[in-house]
C-alpha cells in the first residue's frame, strides 16, 4: 500500500508514522489527558484498516483527517486540540513554498498525480516539465490572484472544476475549428513569415502542417481542420502535373494523345497526394509544440462538404489515403507499426456511403477497417446531426466539443473560424449526495450550483475580454480564427454566438441512482436523467439571453478529473455502493462501464442525450478485435447513421516491447493495491517497455492513466 504525499510523490505506506504523529501531539499535554499506548495502537490499526479498503492511495490529508477523527472518538480532546493546530501551523509553512515543492517534484519526475495527468505527456521530457512548471506558476497566481476564494474552495472540494487553471493566467482560449480555407486561399503570415497561396497539393499540405503547430502552441485544447479545404489543391497539381507531361513529351518529340498526358498526370497526381497525406500523418505526430505534446489535432472527413463532381472525387482520394496510411499506422522505436494517438480522424456516414451500392461504400468499408485495427475513425452521422443542428453537418473541435450554429452578417452559416472560450464541469454525483436524497432539496443544490458555475464561467470569459490579437497573431490576424488588425481587441468574437463557453457535466449515472435508486438507463428512472440534463440546458439559456454570450451544454470527457472527483466524494460522503465505490465517476451521460447492454441498445439510449448535449457529446461501444468481422463494424456504422450524432467504437491496440506480443496488455493489481499494466505473455511491467493505446474521453491516450481512469478502463464489459 502507498500514499499520495503533499508534492505528489508517491511513496509506500508507513504505520509508524502515524503512531509516531499521536505520540507527538499526545507528549504536549499533561499526562492525566493522554492517551494510553494501547488507545494510540487501536488509532493506528482503524486509520490502516480505513486506508486499505480505499484500494487506491490515500493523501496525507485523507490520512491526517482520519487520525484526528479517531483522537477525537477516544475523546482525548486536548491531544485533538493540540493535533489540530500543529497541522494548521505546518500548513501556513506549507502554504509559502508549495509551488517550489510542486515544481521541484515535477523536475525529479516524481509527481505522480501530474505524471499520470496527461495520457499524450511524457513526463520525463524537458518541454512537458517546462509547460507544468509554468502551468504551477499559473496555477498559484490563478488561485491567489485571478479567482474568487468560493470557486478556488469549490475547486478544491470537487464540486465544480475550474478546468485548465495551469494556462489561465495567460489570454488563451480552449479549442477551435481551423479556417485552413482563408488561410490557404487568401495566404497567411506564420512567424513574421508570408505565405502565399499554395501552387500544389503537396505545399498545401505542408502549410497546414505548420498552421497547426503554430495554432497549438497558441491556445490548450484541441483543433480541428477539414480535408476539404485541401482538395482542391488536388486540381491546381494535376493542372501543373498536365502541363509538365505536355512539355516533357514534347522536349521528347514524342507524339501522344491527350488521354495518355492524363493518364500520366494522374498517377502524379495519385503520388503527390500519398506525400501529402504522409507529410500531415508524420509532421502532426512528430511535431512537438510548446506545451510538450504533439499538436492535439482532428481531421474531418466529410464527402458532402464539397459540390459533386471532380472536387468531391478528389476529396475521396484523399480521405482514401488517410485511411490507408492510418491502417498501416507509425513506426515505434523497435520498428513495429504501432496506433498513433493523433491525428484524429471524424468520418461522415452519409447517404452516399453508407449502405452497399451506394457511390462510396467502398471507402465506408476501408473506414470500418480502419477502426477495427486502429480505434479510429470516429462516426458523425450526417442524418441525425442536420436533425439536430438546423441543417447542417459539421466536425467537433477535439475531443467532442461542438459549436453552437451561428449565421455571420450576411445570413450564412459559419462553423470555421470560431472557437471555444473555455470550460467549467458541475459534479452532478455531488448535488445528489450533498441533497442527501430529498429531491425538492437536490433542485435547490443544483440551483445553487448552477450559480456558482455561471460565475466560474464568466471569470473565463472576463479574462479573454480585453486580449488584444497580438498576442496570437497566428489566430487573430492571420487567418485561423479572423483577420483582425494589430492592436484590435478580440471582444467582438466573444459575443452573439460567434464562440462558445461550456456548462460541463459529470457523473450523471451515479447521480441518477443515488436519487432513484436505479440506473438512468432503468424506465422509471430515466424521466429524472432527461429532467436533470434540461435543467442544465435552461440554465445555459438564461444566461445566454442575459449576457449575448452562447453558453452550451457540453458533456465533460473527464481524464484525470474523474480520479478527483471521485476521492473529493468519497472524502465528503464515505463510501456510498454503486455511487462513490468507485476510484471514478462517470463521463457525461454515460452508461456506467459495468452495466451489461449490447451496442446498439447503448446507442440509441445515448442518443436521447446527445439531443441534450448540444456544446458536445460522443458515445462509445467497447467491441473486442474485429478485423475479422468486419461486417458487424459495418452493422453498427449504420445503426450509428440512423439513431445517433457522434459515436465512436472501442478496441485495443497494444504491444510488448520485450517479447514482442501484439495482444491486449492486461491490467493486474499489485502487492501495493496498484492498478499496473502487465504483459500477459512475458509479464513485463515496465510501461517503458510497452505501448498500450486506449481510448478514454473521446481521444486515444498512448502516455498511460491515473489510478481511477486505469480502474474505469479495467471495468469496462464488451458491449459486443
Not at 499524450?120 to 504551477?136: C, F, H, I, L, T
Amino acid at each position: 500500500m502507498n500514499i499520495i504525499k503533499r508534492s505528489g510523490q508517491e511513496v509506500p505506506f508507513d504505520r509508524e508514522k502515524i503512531a509516531e504523529a499521536v505520540r507527538k501531539a499526545n507528549r504536549t499535554v499533561a499526562e492525566a489527558e493522554r492517551l494510553t499506548d494501547g488507545q494510540i495502537e487501536r488509532i493506528t490499526d482503524y486509520v490502516t484498516a480505513a486506508c486499505t479498503k480505499l484500494v487506491r492511495s490515500a493523501s496525507v490529508e485523507e490520512i491526517q483527517d482520519l487520525v484526528q477523527t479517531e483522537i477525537m472518538k477516544q475523546q482525548a480532546y486536548k491531544v485533538a486540540t493540540n493535533y489540530i493546530t500543529y497541522r494548521y501551523k505546518r500548513e501556513l509553512v506549507r502554504k509559502s513554498n508549495s509551488t517550489d515543492k510542486q515544481i521541484l517534484s515535477l523536475l525529479e519526475c516524481e509527481n505522480e498525480e501530474v505524471i499520470q495527468e496527461n495520457s499524450n505527456k511524457n513526463p520525463m521530457v524537458n518541454s512537458v516539465q517546462r509547460d507544468y512548471m509554468a502551468g504551477e506558476v499559473s496555477k498559484d497566481i490563478t488561485r491567489r490572484f485571478l479567482l474568487p476564494p468560493e470557486i478556488v474552495e469549490a475547486h478544491d472540494k470537487g464540486i465544480i472544476h475550474f478546468h485548465d487553471a495551469d494556462y489561465f493566467a495567460q489570454h488563451m482560449h480552449n479549442c477551435c475549428l481551423v479556417n485552413l480555407e482563408d488561410m490557404l486561399q487568401n495566404g497567411t503570415v506564420i512567424s513574421e513569415t508570408m505565405i502565399e497561396k499554395p501552387h500544389s497539393f503537396s505545399t498545401a499540405c505542408n502549410i497546414a502542417t505548420q498552421a497547426i503547430a503554430q495554432i497549438a502552441s497558441s491556445q490548450y485544447g484541441g483543433q480541428s481542420i477539414t480535408l476539404s479545404h485541401l482538395a482542391p489543391f488536388v486540381q491546381v497539381s494535376r493542372d501543373k502535373f498536365r502541363a509538365e507531361v505536355r512539355q516533357e513529351m514534347a522536349a521528347e518529340h514524342m507524339d501522344v494523345s491527350e488521354e495518355r498526358i492524363h493518364e500520366i498526370a494522374e498517377m502524379r497526381v495519385r503520388r503527390e497526394i500519398k506525400q501529402g497525406v504522409q507529410m500531415i500523418q508524420y509532421q502532426v505526430i512528430t511535431l512537438m509544440t510548446t506545451n510538450g505534446q504533439a499538436p492535439f489535432v482532428t481531421v474531418f472527413m466529410y464527402l458532402d462538404e464539397v459540390p459533386e463532381g471532380r472536387l468531391r472525387d478528389d476529396l475521396a482520394m484523399i480521405i482514401e489515403e488517410m485511411l490507408v496510411q492510418r491502417i498501416q499506422g507509425v513506426k515505434n522505436e523497435q520498428g513495429v507499426y504501432i496506433t498513433p494517438a493523433f491525428p484524429k480522424l471524424i468520418y461522415v456516414l452519409e447517404e452516399d456511403n453508407i449502405r452497399e451500392g451506394t457511390p462510396y461504400w467502398d471507402l465506408t468499408v476501408l473506414a470500418a477497417k480502419c477502426t477495427a485495427k486502429m480505434l479510429v475513425p470516429d462516426y458523425i452521422s450526417e442524418k441525425v446531426m442536420k436533425k439536430l443542428k438546423e441543417g447542417n453537418c459539421y466536425t467537433c473541435m477535439g475531443c467532442r466539443s461542438f459549436l453552437t450554429v451561428y449565421r455571420d452578417k450576411e445570413g450564412k452559416f459559419k462553423f470555421y473560424g470560431r472557437f471555444n472560450q473555455g470550460v467549467v464541469t458541475l459534479n452532478l454525483v455531488d448535488v445528489a449526495c450533498s441533497s442527501g436524497g430529498d429531491m425538492e432539496k437536490f433542485w435547490e443544490i443544483l440551483d445553487e450550483r448552477l450559480e456558482l458555475c455561471r460565475r466560474a464561467l464568466m471569470c473565463r470569459h472576463n479574462r479573454l475580454k480585453g486580449t488584444v490579437s497580438d498576442v496570437a497573431p497566428i489566430l487573430w490576424q492571420n487567418g485561423a480564427l479572423a483577420r483582425l488588425k494589430k492592436g484590435e481587441k478580440i471582444d467582438k468574437l466573444l459575443y452573439g454566438g460567434y464562440s462558445t463557453i461550456s456548462l460541463g457535466y459529470a457523473g450523471l449515472c451515479e447521480c441518477v441512482r443515488y436519487m432513484t435508486g436505479k440506473s438512468h438507463t432503468d424506465p422509471e428512472a430515466t424521466p429524472f436523467a432527461i429532467r436533470v440534463m434540461e435543467a442544465l440546458n435552461e440554465a445555459c439559456a438564461r444566461w445566454r439571453k442575459e449576457t449575448d454570450i452562447a453558453f452550451s451544454l457540453y458533456g465533460t470527457p473527464l481524464e484525470s478529473t474523474t480520479y478527483k472527483f471521485a476521492k473529493c466524494l468519497q472524502d465528503r460522503f464515505g463510501i456510498i455502493p454503486g455511487v462513490t465505490d468507485k476510484n471514478y465517476i462517470t463521463n457525461s451521460y454515460h452508461v456506467h462501464v459495468t452495466e451489461e447492454i449490447n451496442a446498439f441498445d447503448k446507442l440509441s439510449f445515448e442518443a436521447q442525450f446527445q439531443e441534450l448535449s448540444p456544446g458536445g457529446a460522443i458515445s462509445y461501444v467497447e467491441v473486442p478485435n474485429m478485423q475479422n468481422n468486419i461486417p458487424a463494424v459495418l452493422a453498427v456504422m449504420q445503426h450509428i447513421y440512423d439513431h445517433i450524432m457522434y459515436a465512436e467504437l472501442n478496441t485495443k491496440s497494444d504491444y510488448c516491447q520485450v517479447c514482442g506480443y501484439d495482444g491486449e496488455i492486461q491490467i493486474i493489481e499489485d502487492e501495493h493495491h496498484k492498478l499496473v499494466w502487465e504483459c500477459p505473455n512475458c509479464g513485463n511491467r515496465d510501461q517503458d517497455k510497452m505501448n498500450v493505446a486506449r481510448r478514454t474521453c473521446g481521444y486515444i491516450g498512448t502516455q498511460f492513466w491515473n489510478q481511477g481512469r486505469t480502474q474505469e478502463i479495467k471495468e469496462r464489459v464488451l458491449h459486443l
